[in-house]
């Protein structure tokens, strides 16, 4: 079985500060790993995946994830924010058929 | 290239009534699967279609059913509509057990 946590339910930062969002996993099979990000009232859309290869792995909008296998972790990284990434943003793992979702980290961006 | 679309976008039931969502998936994909997200919390796996069968099902009731088309459409029924089932319905589509990707949901109330 497949499971997800997400550390922080919420993670406020300031405009122009890095930020990391933090994700551990649980799977007895191959290790498949996505970054989802759902802006207000809208669906999910693709940040960054990991399927295999390079344990760093950069996405869009300037997000990278790394995998760290010995600590079961993919945490969410970016150097500098803005406000226009104010969303919440979801960890998931791969099962047989289905995405495993964490709870989600509410990322708010102050000015 | 279209993306995966949904409709209604939103809608509003009474308790026991049935409802009918519909997903059109991304060209090229042959595999929908179906979450639920309620207020505040990571999507849950619904069920997934691959090639118009059932192809893998979360920890949902019967009365949550679905079809796929021969173009790859999807539907998911829910009859005998309780409180509970108010929440965000996500459609995924994909390439087999390949990345996916996300509509962008349709909103659900029951009243």
């Known amino acids: 079985a497949q499971s997800v946590t997400q550390l922080d339910s919420q993670v406020p930062v300031f405009e122009e500060a890095p930020v990391e969002l933090r994700c551990n996993y649980s799977s007895s099979v191959s290790v498949y790993l996505f970054w989802y990000v759902q802006y207000p009232n809208q669906g999910l859309q693709l940040l960054l995946k990991y399927l295999s290869g390079s344990t760093l792995v950069k996405g869009i909008n300037g997000f990278e994830a790394e995998f760290n296998k010995s600590q079961t972790s993919f945490h969410l990284r970016k150097p500098s924010v803005h406000i226009s990434d104010t969303a919440e943003y979801f960890c998931?793992?791969?099962?047989?058929?289905?995405?495993?979702f964490g709870q989600g980290t509410r990322l708010t961006i102050n000015p | 290239e279209t993306g995966v679309t949904q409709s209604p976008t939103h809608l509003i039931k009474t308790r026991g009534q049935q409802v009918t969502l519909r997903c059109s998936s991304q060209?090229?994909?042959?595999?929908v699967s179906w979450y639920q997200q309620a207020l505040g919390q990571g999507p849950q796996f619904i069920f997934q279609y691959y090639r118009e069968e059932e192809n893998g099902r979360g920890n949902f009731p019967p009365r949550f059913s679905g079809l796929q088309f021969p173009n790859y459409s999807s539907e998911l029924n829910v009859n005998a509509l309780e409180l509970d089932d108010s929440a965000l319905y996500l459609c995924?589509?994909?390439?087999?057990?390949?990345?996916?990707?996300f509509g962008p949901g349709t909103r659900l109330t029951v009243l």
């Open positions: 998931a793992v791969q099962g047989a058929q289905k995405l495993v």
């Open positions: 060209s090229g994909h042959n595999t």
């Open positions: 995924a589509s994909s390439l087999g057990i390949g990345t996916q990707y």
